[in-house]
């Protein structure tokens, strides 16, 4: 699976982005597709993550309310909307796809395939 995200850039503390992540080479809806990121000096972690069908959703705790993961699977991409932007969400953003897990939330250890990343910067 090839995976190409885009979307972020700079935005303000309160503000919106909507990133996106392209993906291609194998059958789009048998993979859970997920967005990690990662700040400077801070390990990575998921944020979201969705499961083939996009019927099944996971959130970590600090982004619960405020961002919204979907997926198309017409166009083989999958979003990540995120409001309420805080600093704290500064980090640079990757989209990932696996299989194959029993639950969502165990793809927060990482997933197999992964995109380039794209950085989202709120400032204060």
């Known amino acids: 699976v090839q995976l190409q995200a885009s979307g972020g850039g700079l935005v303000q503390a309160g503000g919106s982005l909507r990133l996106s992540c392209a993906a291609s080479?194998?059958?789009?809806?048998?993979?859970?597709l997920g967005w990690f990121r990662q700040a400077p000096g801070r390990e990575r972690e998921l944020v979201a993550v969705i499961s083939g069908s996009g019927a099944n959703t996971y959130y970590a705790d600090s982004v619960k309310g405020r961002f919204t993961i979907s997926r198309d699977n017409a166009k083989n991409t999958v979003y990540l909307v995120m409001n309420s932007l805080k600093p704290d969400d500064t980090a640079v953003y990757y989209c990932a796809a696996d299989r194959g897990r029993a639950g969502l939330a165990e793809y927060r250890y990482g997933m197999n395939y992964w995109g380039s990343g794209t950085q989202v910067t709120v400032s204060s």
């Open positions: 080479g194998r059958t789009f809806s048998d993979y859970a």
